[in-house]
C-alpha cells in the first residue's frame, strides 16, 4: 500500500473519521446522561466511569499499535489461524483481567477516603469493575481487528484511523457496558 504522508493526505483521511466519531461521542454523554441518577447514588461507579473508559481504550490503542506495526511490516495476517493476531487478543484480555481488579479496589478507596464511607460493599465494585473490564477488553479487541481490516481494505493508513476509532468507540462501549453491568450487579 503506497502511503501519502502529507498534511492533506492525512486530513482528507481523517477528517470524516473525526465527524463520524464527533457523533459517536456524543451518543456516549446520552447515556452517561441517563445514568447519572445511579451515579449520584453510587460514588463509586462514578470514579469507575472515566477509569474505565480510559483503561478501556488504552488496551484498544495498545492492540492497534500493535497490529498497525505489524501492517507496515508485512506481516499481519487476517487468518483465524494467525498465532500473532491471538497471541495479542489474549494478552489484551489477561492484561484487562489484571487491570481492572486493581481499578476496583482503587475505585473503592478513593471513595472511601472522600466520603468517609462507600455506598457499595467492596466485594461488588471489584466484580463491577473485573466485569467491565474483560467484557470491554473482548470489544475493544473485536473494534480494534474490525477497525483494521477496514482501514486496510480501504487502502488507509492504520496509523492515522485506527487509534481515533478505537479510542472513540471505546469511550461509548465503555459507558453502555459500565451501566449495563452496574444494572446487573448492584
Known amino acids: ?17 473525526l ?12 447515556v ?23 483503561t478501556a481504550g488504552n488496551l484498544g490503542s495498545i492492540l492497534a499499535a500493535r497490529l498497525s506495526t505489524s501492517f507496515h511490516l508485512g506481516t499481519l495476517t487476517f487468518s483465524p489461524a494467525d498465532d500473532e493476531l491471538a497471541g495479542n487478543a489474549l494478552a489484551t484480555v489477561v492484561l484487562a483481567v489484571t487491570v481492572f481488579p486493581i481499578i476496583g479496589v482503587g475505585a473503592w478507596v478513593a471513595t472511601l477516603v472522600v466520603t468517609g464511607g462507600p455506598a457499595l460493599p467492596f466485594s461488588t465494585v471489584v466484580l463491577v469493575a473485573l466485569s467491565s473490564g474483560i467484557t470491554l477488553a473482548v470489544l475493544a479487541v473485536f473494534v480494534t481487528f474490525t477497525a483494521t481490516y477496514v482501514a486496510y481494505r480501504f487502502g488507509l493508513d492504520p496509523d492515522d484511523v485506527v487509534i481515533p476509532v478505537v479510542t472513540n468507540v471505546c469511550d461509548v462501549l465503555g459507558v453502555v457496558v459500565l451501566f449495563a453491568v452496574a444494572q446487573l450487579l448492584v
Open 1 to 17: 500500500m503506497p502511503t501519502e504522508w502529507t498534511v492533506r493526505a492525512i486530513s482528507r483521511a481523517m477528517l470524516p473519521v
Open 32 to 54: 452517561l446522561g441517563s445514568f447519572e441518577a445511579q451515579l449520584l447514588q453510587y460514588p463509586s461507579l462514578l470514579v469507575l466511569v472515566p477509569v474505565t473508559i480510559g
Open 19 to 30: 465527524f463520524v466519531l464527533t457523533l459517536v461521542e456524543l451518543g456516549s454523554g446520552l
